[in-house]
């Protein structure tokens, strides 16, 4: 009788293990494609040079990014104006001072690199954004960047697109730009979209021309693109 009862318990719980093993399987899935995406850090984009502006500065000014990202600067929230004037101020705040345009364009690399940010391309993917075809007055630099790597829960729509509009002619890019106080030429402004059910979910393409890094200006642009010295960012935009 005991027998019985033991083969009885044997086969219940081996009839049992499938449907354990599924689940299990299934929430491994399931974990996996939540956090997979965020072992993915493109370090090749991190390998940037900005003109005049090495590697090694570039990587000071990341690992300062992050730094003050994890004390001072304020979180961003899921509302696409009020985390424009928070990228903006992030970018002043770690480009305060500096001078070059190059500088400039490595600190608002460093600013979104450090949220995890993907760089995907620059402008509309054109040989020259800085010259020729392009009259918009800025330069826009595109990335992703994965919610849920922020602290949000985003397991479908989990990519906010964010540019990094950079002038270069002030009269154009005022009719532009979200936020026209910072159409001094040399000056960023951002743009976030986060998703939404009632906007299109955007994907942004690679570049044709497969760079890693931002591209930039040539020294020429770059340097008409310089500020004075006693220039500071924040006080040009108050």
């Known amino acids: 009788m005991l027998k019985a009862h033991s083969l009885g318990s044997t086969l219940a719980s081996l009839k049992r293990r499938p449907k354990t093993l599924t689940a299990i399987a299934i929430v491994v899935v399931l974990v996996s494609v939540y956090f997979g995406p965020l072992l993915i ?6 390998a940037c040079s900005f003109g005049t502006v090495s590697n090694e500065r570039y990587r000071e000014l990341l690992a300062e990014a992050k730094r003050r990202q994890a004390t001072t600067w304020p979180s961003l929230v899921w509302d696409n104006k009020k985390s424009m004037t928070l990228l903006n101020q992030r970018v002043d705040d770690l480009s305060r001072g500096t001078t070059s345009a190059y500088e400039r364009l490595a ?13 995907r391309q620059t402008g509309e993917d054109i040989e020259n954004p ?13 990335y992703h960047i994965d919610l849920n790597g922020l602290g949000f829960f985003a397991p479908i729509w989990r990519r906010m697109w964010v540019i990094g509009d950079f002038v270069f002619d002030s009269n154009a890019a ?5 936020d026209r106080s910072r159409a001094q030429p040399g000056n960023i ?3 976030v979209w986060f998703p939404s059910f009632f906007d299109s979910y955007i994907i942004i393409s690679r570049s044709k021309f497969g760079e890693s890094c931002p591209r930039l200006p040539d020294a020429e642009t770059a340097a008409r693109l310089s500020w004075p010295q006693e220039h500071e960012p924040a006080e040009k935009n108050q």
């Open 174 to 178: 005022r009719s532009v730009l979200q």
């Open 41 to 46: 850090s493109h370090p090749a984009q991190d």
């Open 107 to 119: 600190a608002m690399h460093a600013v979104v690199r450090a949220l995890g940010g993907d760089y």
């Open 130 to 142: 800085f010259r020729g075809e392009n009259r918009l007055g800025i330069v826009a630099y595109h």
């Open 189 to 191: 402004d951002f743009i």
